[in-house]
RNA sequence: GUGGGUGUAGCUCAGUUGGUUAGAGUGCCGGGUUGUGGCCCCGGAGGCCGAGGGUUCAAAUCCCUUCACUCACCCCA
């Protein structure tokens, strides 16, 4: 009979990865409680309409990447793509926005996304995303960018470059994407096919092309800051100079242009030679009217997301829990001794000790095999005649030497090694 | 959705111009010591050569289909 595989692009998490997992998720939780940050856990699944309206109805996201299907004939579900959406709905929903003027929230878990599966991004993914819900005050901004790249540097990942750009308001941006349209205007045959649609959908994304003759063209465009009103111009000044109180690289630049529609002034994102063709490790920026578009008040936010699978691939080998092995293997040579060893290896375990054992009666030889294979600091040599002299012999591993301890004082005995 | 690459033991991979019972390393199990690990030595188990079809006296090898994995594109974290 043929066993039944994961589905494509759903990828089972190991051990040891899941230590880095653990690591990661513990950094996190442990820098963001730090900066003021509470966890929400918002669910897997949403009505769709709530992507649709939160992320832009005409980005590639909603237009063919969702998980969407039809629960029981009746309503619209969606397995999130994103967690932003979600938490601005939980905002709404418990009034949050109603009980505090700054909400500081963070969660990680998995996002779906049906695209085909590639290095670093699979059809679940994960992503740890945190949002200030409130103040649009360019501090704000700088704190968030700020937390993330001490949350990165403490992770320890090497090459990494933050980007930030400021896309603008709705006073400002409109003018900025006629210019690019009358820019390119007269030049569509020069342009790549992806490049002609997306003058249709969305021009400014022409800068990310990676075709030569688009980025030539392109490079001669008029570029955003130019554009800027006053007040988005001062907002970009402000946060730059928050940074700049910090030894924080960054480099401006004015061709980053974000996917999803909500975004607004400061955008920003972190990315690494070390991933291939999935170079940003965190994608982040200002919505400001994205919680007024999902139907609450006019607040804005800021948030970023991190990718998780990419962080655990620039993550160093074995830079994760300390390790599991056990402190203590008991070898047992007979029935009585099987049973003894049953007892007391079970014993320190509810006492919080790692011990192991193997209960398939195996030769002496073998279990110390197994003992030093699986890197126990000792060994208990228990045999059917050391029961009867009420004894046992404690190997030490790595010293190879053993000592002959009495068995009805071994458990205080072991507490004791164990320390 | 589009294009390229790869599918042989648990893992990493050999396998000549098609030619006997398909190999290595590693891992696993056992032995070398009446009850003592690592190093070393010996033995064993483990493969429908991704699946289906075709060509041929003969297919892991050639052809077609399909599936999976993978890299890239679109897009995105």
Request: aromatic share 8%; proline share 5%; charged share 30%.
């Amino acid at each position: 009979m043929e066993i039944i595989t994961a589905v494509r692009g759903f990828k089972d998490i190991l051990p040891p990865e899941t230590d880095k997992w653990r690591h990661i998720e513990a950094t996190a939780h442990q820098v963001f409680r730090a900066f003021g940050y509470r966890e929400i856990r918002v669910p897997l699944l949403e009505k769709t309409g709530l992507f649709s309206r939160g992320i832009g109805e005409s980005t590639d996201i909603v237009e063919k990447e969702m998980y969407t299907f039809i629960d029981r004939g009746e309503e619209s579900l969606t397995l999130r793509p994103e967690a932003t959406a979600s938490i601005i709905r939980a905002y709404l929903e418990h009034a949050l926005h109603a009980a505090e003027t700054v909400t500081k929230l963070y969660t990680l878990g998995p996002m779906f996304r049906r695209e085909r599966p590639q290095k670093g991004r699979y059809r679940q993914f994960h992503q740890i995303d945190a949002e200030i819900l409130g103040p649009d005050d360019p501090r704000t901004d700088a704190e968030l960018i700020l937390m993330l790249m001490h949350f990165l540097k403490i992770l320890g990942l090497p090459n990494l470059n933050l980007e930030i750009n400021s896309l603008g308001c709705a006073e400002c941006r409109p003018a900025f994407r006629e210019a690019i349209l009358s820019f390119l205007h007269g030049r569509e045959e020069e342009l790549c096919g992806d490049c002609r649609r997306r003058l249709g959908t969305n021009p400014l994304r022409v800068f990310d092309c990676k075709v030569e003759t688009c980025a030539n063209i392109i490079s001669q465009a008029p570029l955003l800051p130019a554009f800027l009103c006053e007040g988005c111009r001062e907002h970009f000044e402000k946060v730059q100079a928050s940074l700049r109180l910090f030894d924080l690289p960054f480099h401006q630049n004015p061709k980053m242009v974000r996917g999803l529609d909500y975004y607004t002034r400061t955008t920003f994102e972190v990315t690494t030679e070390f991933l291939g063709a999935q170079n940003a490790v965190v994608g982040g920026g200002r919505y400001d009217h994205l919680v007024r578009d999902l139907g609450g008040p006019d607040i804005s936010g800021i948030g970023f997301a991190i990718g998780f699978e990419r962080l655990v691939a620039m993550i160093p080998e074995g830079d994760g829990d300390a390790s599991p092995d056990p402190i203590l293997f008991i070898a047992a040579l007979g029935e009585m001794a099987l049973r003894k060893a049953f007892f007391l290896c079970n014993r320190l375990r509810m006492k919080g000790i790692h011990v192991e054992m193997d209960h398939a009666g195996r030769s002496l030889k073998s279990q110390m095999k197994r003992a030093d294979k699986l890197k126990s600091v000792y060994t208990l040599i228990l045999g059917d005649r050391e029961i009867q002299e009420n004894k046992a012999f404690l190997r030490n591993m790595l010293a190879s030497t053993q000592e002959e301890i009495r068995l009805d004082s071994m458990e205080e005995t072991i507490m004791r090694i164990e320390r």
